[in-house]
């Protein structure tokens, strides 16, 4: 089975920058399309932002575009999640999430994701 545990999450003020990253480990052949997902207290977890199996396609939530930036390593077989200006309304637990994919690349839906890590908190103060 493939792991993921996430890093880099932190007590930040307002405006900094932060990266989280997803290692990804145990059966790498595979292909996975990868996300990254948070959820507030007393909220839904939410699909944050997205990235296929070969990078190309990416999504992001309208709250964090423009913010955020999702990114891979293939060969260190990592995710990363570079969040700048970041906002008190980021605080949160993100975490990491896969969905593995057969030939397809595809940014994969909010529902597909069935591997998860198991996450870092992130707090941004005012």
């Known amino acids: 089975q493939v792991q993921l545990v996430e890093s880099g999450g932190g007590l930040v003020r307002e405006g900094a920058s932060l990266r989280l990253s997803c290692a990804i480990a145990?059966?790498?052949?595979?292909?996975?399309?990868m996300g990254w997902f948070r959820q507030a207290s007393g909220k839904e977890r939410e699909l944050v932002a997205a990235?296929?199996?070969?990078?190309?396609?990416?999504y992001y939530a309208d709250s964090v575009k423009g913010r955020f930036t999702v990114s891979k390593n293939h060969a260190w077989n990592t995710v990363y999640l570079q969040m700048t200006s970041l906002k008190p309304g980021d605080t949160a637990v993100y975490y990491c999430?896969?969905?593995?994919?057969?030939?397809?690349?595809?940014?994969?839906?909010?529902?597909?994701?069935?591997?998860w890590g198991q996450g870092t908190q992130v707090t941004v103060s005012s």
């Open positions: 999430a896969a969905h593995q994919i057969d030939y397809a690349d595809y940014v994969a839906s909010t529902y597909e994701y069935d591997i």
């Open positions: 145990g059966r790498t052949l595979s292909r996975h399309a």
């Open positions: 990235i296929s199996w070969s990078g190309h396609g990416t």
